[in-house]
């Protein structure tokens, strides 16, 4: 059986201090810092970089993902491109033979195929996806 590897976006406080750091590294020659060595700039501007790499990659770690905040969702199972979701357009959801199928508020049906994914993580999936939608209902 596969996992899903769930982020809660809402929770993970280190990756805004990596995004500050990589912005101060992106924009160090604005800065009232003087090197001696002109190159440390260019060395520390390409650092910057590939902080933003790393974390725009995230997404792009793990074959199936779940990424959410309050908001809503990206959920990626068993495809290159996630769908994205917002928690205030869901209608109902339904969890049928391993098949996580979402209504959405204007009669769209987005379907999820979960054969091979644990039982545990649709279970998860599914309370996910429920909290969330009946929190911005209330």
Known sequence: MKKIHFDNLG?????????LLSLVLIFIEELPIEFENPKIYKYLRASGFLLQVIYWSKLFWFKNTVQWNKKGAVIRINSFMGKSLSFDQIKKTELNENKLIITKTGGEIITFDLNEIAESDTQKLNEIIAKNTIANTV
């Open 11 to 19: 929770k993970n406080k280190y990756w805004i201090i990596i995004i």
